[in-house]
């Protein structure tokens, strides 16, 4: 499985944007997508997951700090995962990863995740 992270950018605080997920190769119709961050000096921390049964139903689960302002959400025609972040602030500057478990089974832990894809840049300015 491969995993292809895209969408990061430079943005004002307050502005959006979208990351995008692509996941290739052999997948499971049970799998759990998570989005961590990175920010310099710190711990990669849990962002946003994404839990599907069956390639229908889904569960999604936010880290507090983002709750009410990302959302993620799939599309199994194009195997993508998508985190929309909207109302930007710096602190929202890091390096976003995608992750994919071949489970359904939701966890917020990054050891739990098998396969990551490579970082996306994203950088809020005051």
Do not use: H
């Not at 920010?39 to 507090?64: H, L, T």
């Amino acid at each position: 499985v491969q995993l292809q992270a895209s969408g990061g950018g430079a943005v004002q605080a307050g502005g959006s944007l979208r990351l995008a997920c692509a996941a290739s190769g052999r997948t499971s119709s049970s799998y759990a997508v998570g989005w961590f961050r990175q920010a310099p000096g710190k711990e990669r921390e849990f962002v946003a997951a994404i839990k599907v049964i069956n390639w229908s139903g889904s569960n999604v689960y936010y880290q507090d700090s983002v709750k009410g302002r990302f959302t993620i959400s799939r599309d199994n025609a194009k195997n993508t995962v998508y985190l929309q972040m909207n109302s930007l602030e710096p602190e929202d500057t890091a390096v976003y990863y995608c992750a994919l478990r071949l489970s359904g089974i939701y966890s917020p832990l990054r050891d739990d995740y098998r396969y990551w894809g490579r970082g996306t840049q994203v950088t809020v300015s005051s």
